[in-house]
Nanobody
Framework: QVQLVESGGGLAQPGDSLRLSCAAS????????MGWFRQAPGKEREFVAV????????YYADSVKGRFTISRDNAKNTVYLQMNSLKPEDTAVYYC????????????????WGQGTQVTVSS
């Protein structure tokens, strides 16, 4: 069992940066690949980024490639999403998720989810 808690969301202006964190409970964090997803009102949950167990491999959605960076610190049981050059279309609730397999982009494949953190990008 893995419990995930996201933080770091908030209101940002276009072009700003935010860093999201996802803290995991338990001793097995390093055995999971970790993904970030987002869901805007009226839309399906979509893949954003994923990182493998060691942090040595990452994969991004085209919409965020070059602007967002996923990373992890296994000693702190935490995965991060650095979001730069934010756009209004990045507005969504952002979720982290854990899965044994990598890379997985379909949200239905993930075993564990956090409660989400709201990111709003508006001038």
């Amino acid at each position: 069992q893995v419990q995930l808690v996201e933080s770091g969301g908030g209101l940002a202006q276009p072009g700003d940066s935010l860093r999201l964190s996802c803290a995991a409970s338990g001793r097995t964090f390093s055995t999971y690949a970790m993904g970030w997803f987002r869901q805007a009102p009226g839309k399906e949950r979509e893949f954003v980024a994923v990182i493998n167990r060691t942090g040595g491999s990452t994969y991004y959605a085209d919409s965020v490639k070059g602007r967002f960076t996923i990373s992890r610190d296994n000693a702190k049981n935490t995965v991060y999403l650095q979001m730069n050059s934010l756009k209004p279309e990045d507005t969504a609730v952002y979720y982290c998720a854990a899965d044994r397999a990598y890379p997985v982009v379909r949200p239905t494949r993930y075993d564990y989810w956090g409660q989400g953190t709201q990111v709003t990008v508006s001038s």
